[in-house]
């Protein structure tokens, strides 16, 4: 990760901070964390380098976030009852986590349970119109599964433990490992730029890739199957059942978010928009009729961008209220 990098992010949550008034805050239950708080536990996980023979160990803290494989142990210095730990990879990897050992007492109400993507503030990404499963089965409870089930993959590149721990002296180990997704859907992005083609081959789903910045989002080419059978006659895209959605928004849950555009033509880029909120997303919906794709870039927003969209907007639609 680049000093400008880091600067830039620094100036920029202080911009935001600025401009609101307020800091936001994400919180874990009832812990809470600041964005600030957040975004350092990231970066600092990302700046780590490791040769691929080492396993990496440390012990996992109360509230954490894990953007490497390695071991990672949890012990109790005293009642720990609201802890959550963040995993996240690069976006065509899943995670897989494996409990080592587990000294908990679950009869005393303690639990380990993983969560198949992430809560944030009460919201979940991926939304429940997004994921392939259903939400209880997204949960496994270490406490209910026991020895049967002692990996537990997710379906995306984020993944989340929820833990609880009664008594001092408590401890678990797991081990955190990333495997490649061949097809990677919903996506959150580690870093504010990069690109991406999502891709949905024929299948009845829905695929969301959420760029936890503020960004322009460049759109190269959009190829949605439809274009050569069916002369629409709709207006905008009523009625479309492929097509391509923008969205903003301050939380993570994509049903939540704001839709900025809607793109339902195939088209051959560049096409670009910049869109001034805390969580940008590329979201494609698929009847399962076709083969649809698209490939965008994205950057992050300087402080005098961010402003000026601001500055432009009757009604901005990321200011919280
Ligand atoms: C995809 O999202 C749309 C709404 O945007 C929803 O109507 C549809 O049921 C979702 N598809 C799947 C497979 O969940």
């Known amino acids: 990760m680049s000093g400008t990098f880091k600067t830039q992010l620094y100036f920029l949550l202080l911009s935001v901070t600025a401009l609101r008034g307020h800091s936001r805050y994400l919180d874990v239950q ?4 600041t964005a600030e708080g957040f975004f350092s536990l990231l970066n600092s996980e990302l700046k780590r380098e490791l ?7 440390r012990p996992l803290r109360c509230l954490d976030m894990v953007a490497v494989e390695g071991q990672f142990t949890f012990t109790a210095d005293r009642p720990q009852l609201n802890c959550a730990a963040f995993f996240i990879g690069q976006p065509s990897d899943i995670i897989s986590v494996e409990y080592d050992s587990i000294n908990i007492d679950c009869r ?19 939304s429940a119109l997004d994921h392939p499963l259903p939400l209880y089965e997204r949960y496994v409870d270490y406490c209910e599964t026991g020895a049967a089930q002692r990996t537990v993959r997710s379906s995306q590149n984020v993944a989340m433990i929820f833990f609880r721990l009664h008594h001092p002296g408590s401890s678990f180990t797991i081990t955190v490992r990333k495997l490649p997704n061949p097809f990677p859907c919903n996506v959150i992005s580690q870093t504010p730029e990069g690109s991406f083609t999502m891709v949905i081959p024929q299948q009845h789903r829905n695929c969301s890739f959420s760029i936890i910045y503020p960004v322009e989002i460049r759109i190269g080419e959009l190829s949605l199957g439809h274009l050569n059978d069916i002369k629409r006659s709709l207006p905008g895209c009523a009625g479309a059942g492929d097509f391509v959605e923008l969205l903003g928004g ?12 809607d793109l339902c033509y195939s088209f051959n880029g560049p096409a670009q928009m910049k869109i001034g909120c805390d969580n940008t997303v590329v979201r494609m919906v698929s009847s399962g009729k076709f083969v649809n794709r698209v490939t965008f870039q994205y950057r992050l927003l300087d402080n005098k961008e961010l402003q000026k969209i601001r500055g432009n907007s009757v009604e901005d639609l990321c200011i919280s209220t």
């Not at 040769?51 to 160990?57: F, G």
């Not at 993507?117 to 009460?122: A, R």
């Open 30 to 33: 009832e812990n809470e964390i």
């Open 51 to 57: 040769p691929d023979e080492y396993i990496y160990r």
């Open 108 to 126: 005393a109400g303690d639990f380990i349970k993983m969560f198949d993507g992430w809560v944030m503030k009460g919201e979940k990404f991926p």
């Open 250 to 261: 301050n939380g993570v849950d994509t049903s939540k978010m704001f839709p900025v555009a």
